[in-house]
């Protein structure tokens, strides 16, 4: 196919509660909103996609919140005008992976020159802002050639371009394609709730500010309505105490109401893995049952896995450690495997390109995998669950846009209702259907 033009807004979306994100806090986001139309020989088609720029995500920084939102938003407008003329023709996981590896760096390099250090935006921030162009891709093409965006990574599509032109070492992928290691995908899929750092877990948090406008609040209100089964906890990372009681609060609680499976995300904050050790080890001397709950552990340690190259074996050795933040690409979860990391933590918003290359490499070495969220409302929740189906997680996908921002998604309810709303513990992808994603028409909504 051949890119002919590339649309590009920003849609406003505020929370209904903060979202606490290490030392930042999200309370409004915006998503960008691509649409890439495409023609091959007199046919053409549109991809649609959308991505959140969450702000304290992507970019942790002294840095006011409005200046990172301005030059996220600026960035995207940039890449728009690169792409469209620098994309050329071809399948969207070799011309995404061409403007990833040719492109982006440079991009990326003009953005932070002549700024002092602390205001470079980082590579994560510049995923971000290139995904809804990448995810765009895919719909596209699947439209064009009515084929599904998860269906045609395979031979017959890509032809001689194997996985030993993109991965190494190039002698293990010769002859593999990324279909060889997707899965069958389930159109029911587990779901996780995420339990943010200012959640209210019981009554005596509650502060009478809370909204009043239908949907939950107290954690086991949750749980109840929404049958969950899973939880994610986020922790401070800089405060043991704080933590180890706020995971011993959750766990009772998750005893109490037959949640089955918790993972701690210390959202980067740690330096020491004594820090998580130390928790862990006394969870399991005076909670062996919520130990046994915990299945992983999520992304402790910093950002910049090459500058902070910490020997992580010995949190590996308690529980399977997932690479998030640091997982750019597939040549940090080799490094991060090397320091001890044992599993790679997914997600569309750092291109799906790059999450089909992470996702190959990881499991050609033996890696387990993860769906997580980016709080994925509207047209970003698609993708992002298709990607979890398709890649075979060790336990279905995170979803938490429902508790943040539902009313976002409302109108994308009533075509894909299993989708935006979790019941008895599932998500339910079965609407999804046709080329591309399986929109089933969304993808014009306002």
């Known amino acids: 196919m051949k890119v002919s033009r590339i649309s590009l807004s920003f849609v406003p979306v505020v929370t209904r509660v903060p979202l606490k994100f290490g030392d930042q806090t999200l309370t409004e986001v915006s998503c960008a909103r691509v649409a890439i139309e495409v023609e091959e020989n007199g046919r053409t088609a549109t991809g649609w996609a959308e991505t959140p720029l969450s702000v304290a995500w992507v970019w942790p920084s002294n840095l006011g919140y409005r200046e990172r939102e301005d030059r996220l938003q600026e960035f995207c407008e940039k890449l728009r005008g690169d792409l469209e003329s620098h994309l050329g023709e071809g399948h969207p996981f070799i011309i995404g992976?061409?403007?990833?590896?040719?492109?982006?760096?440079?991009?990326?390099?003009?953005?932070?020159?002549?700024?002092?250090?602390?205001?470079?935006?980082?590579?994560?921030?510049g995923l971000v802002c290139l995904s809804a162009f990448d995810l765009a891709l895919y719909d596209a093409f699947g439209k064009l050639h009515n084929v599904g965006a998860f269906e045609c990574l395979d031979q017959q599509w890509l032809g001689d371009r194997d996985l030993s032109h993109f991965l190494e070492p190039a002698e293990k992928f010769v002859g593999k394609y990324p279909a060889d290691y997707l899965v069958e995908p389930s159109m029911t899929q587990p779901v996780w709730h995420l339990v943010g750092g200012l959640d209210p877990i019981k009554e005596s948090e509650l502060t009478g500010d809370e909204p009043d406008d239908g949907y939950p609040v107290l954690l086991r209100d949750w749980i109840q309505r929404d049958g969950l089964k899973c939880l994610k906890i986020k922790l401070r990372g800089n405060d043991l105490e704080w933590d180890f009681q706020r995971l011993v609060e959750i766990g009772d609680i998750s005893l109490e109401e037959n949640v089955t499976h918790l993972t701690t995300d210390f959202n980067c904050m740690v330096t020491d893995p004594s820090y998580v050790n130390e928790i862990l080890d006394r969870i399991a001397a005076g909670h062996p049952e919520i130990y046994d709950r915990i299945v992983y552990v999520e992304q402790p340690f910093p950002y910049d896995l090459e500058a902070n190259q910490i020997d992580v074996h010995s949190v590996s050795e308690r529980k399977p450690l997932f690479m998030d933040e640091s997982a750019h690409d597939w040549r940090f979860v080799k490094l991060g495997r090397e320091l001890g990391w044992t599993s790679v933590a997914l997600k569309t918003c750092k291109t799906l390109t790059g999450a089909i290359l992470s996702l190959c490499w990881a499991k050609e070495h033996d890696m387990t995998l993860m769906v997580q969220d980016l709080t994925n409302p509207r047209l970003a929740q698609v993708p992002h669950v298709l990607l979890a189906a398709y890649a075979g997680t060790i336990?279905?996908?995170?979803?938490?846009?429902?508790?943040?921002?539902?009313?976002?998604?409302?109108?994308?309810?009533?075509?894909?209702?299993?989708?935006?709303?979790?019941?008895?513990?599932v998500l339910d992808l079965s609407t999804l259907s046709g080329p591309g994603y399986g929109y089933a028409g969304v993808e014009s909504l306002a």
């Open 97 to 125: 992976h061409r403007y990833i590896e040719d492109r982006l760096h440079d991009r990326l390099g003009e953005e932070n020159s002549g700024r002092e250090p602390d205001a470079y935006m980082p590579h994560l921030a």
């Open 395 to 425: 336990c279905g996908v995170e979803s938490n846009a429902m508790q943040f921002y539902p009313e976002a998604s409302s109108e994308f309810f009533k075509v894909h209702p299993g989708l935006y709303q979790r019941r008895n513990g």
